[in-house]
């Protein structure tokens, strides 16, 4: 007893995530993961910074 709550919870769910439609901002995400170019470095970081910046962008 009890499950039936529970069973009709789960199948609202999935049939959510199957019905949804969404349209995700990959251009948004690349961002967020990547950052900005150009964005600032704390002055707290930038002797760290200094270490690892890419030969290649010289």
């Known amino acids: 007893m009890g499950r039936g ?7 609202k769910v999935a049939r959510n995530l199957k019905y949804r439609t969404f349209d995700p901002d990959f251009g948004n995400l690349q961002r967020e993961l990547h950052g900005e170019e150009g964005e600032p470095i704390p ?5 760290l910074a ?8 010289s």
Do not use: I, L
């Open 5 to 11: 709550r529970a069973k009709a919870k789960q199948t």
């Open 43 to 47: 002055e707290q970081y930038s002797d």
């Open 50 to 57: 200094e270490n690892y910046e890419d030969p290649a962008a």
